[in-house]
Each structure stands twice: as structure tokens, then as C-alpha cells.
């Protein structure tokens, strides 16, 4: 079993920034890859990008392109989801999955985690 902790999370400003972490613990070798999500309220969950966790390959959403950033410490388990000029249809709860990496991007997720909130004010 895996378990995924996502924090980092809180309250920011319009054009501001977070980083997001996500914690990964017991059975690591199971899944090659991570996920970023994010559902808002009655809206429908989004994929945002993912990473290959062997070689460090990312792909991204295009509605985040260019202002999120995902990488990985396999050192500690973690993988990061680092935010930037961040607007308030950015505000959700965001998830981390892992998965299988495709070659292009992190599928059949296989473990969650509990999500962490994300509020922008403009």
C-alpha cells in the first residue's frame, strides 16, 4: 500500500505563489510516476501535469504551462508542484496521484491522496 500526503496549501494573492509537496511512503517501487490534480466545486477534476519519477520527464496541462512547475526528490519521496502567478480560478483542492507513466504522461492512478486547498484572492 501507498500512502500520499499532499501540504503547502493555504491562502495567497492574485500573482502570487506556492509550493505544493506531495509525500509518498510504503510500497514506492509499485508506480513510476506522479500526478498533479485539482478539482474546484462543481466543477470537474483537472489534470494539471505529471512526472516520470526515473527520468524526471514532465508534461503539463496547458492551462498551466508556463506558471507551474513539477519536480522530484526520489532522495525523500517527494514530489513538488510549485505554483506561480497564481489567479483565482487557480483556487481548488489539489491532489497528487501515482501512476503509470505512459512515456508522455502519469496514467492509471493507483493511490491518492487527501488533497490540499488552494485559495487565490484577487
Known amino acids: 500500500q501507498v500512502q500520499l500526503v499532499e501540504s503547502g496549501g493555504g491562502s495567497v494573492q492574485a500573482g502570487g505563489s506556492l509550493r505544493l509537496s506531495c509525500v509518498a511512503s510504503g510500497a514506492t517501487w509499485t508506480y513510476n510516476c506522479m500526478d498533479w490534480l485539482r478539482q474546484a466545486p462543481g466543477k470537474e477534476r483537472e489534470g494539471l501535469g505529471g512526472?516520470?519519477?526515473?527520468?524526471?520527464?514532465?508534461g503539463y496541462a496547458d492551462s498551466v504551462k508556463g506558471r507551474f512547475t513539477i519536480s522530484r526528490d526520489n532522495t525523500k519521496n517527494t514530489v513538488y508542484l510549485q505554483m506561480n502567478n497564481l489567479k483565482a480560478e487557480d483556487s481548488a483542492m489539489y491532489y497528487c496521484?501515482?501512476?503509470?507513466?505512459?512515456?508522455?504522461?502519469?496514467?492509471?492512478?493507483?493511490?491518492w491522496g487527501q488533497g490540499t486547498q488552494v485559495t487565490v484572492s484577487s
Open positions: 496521484a501515482a501512476g503509470r507513466w505512459s512515456g508522455r504522461s502519469c496514467v492509471d492512478f493507483r493511490y
Open positions: 512526472i516520470s519519477l526515473s527520468s524526471g520527464i514532465t
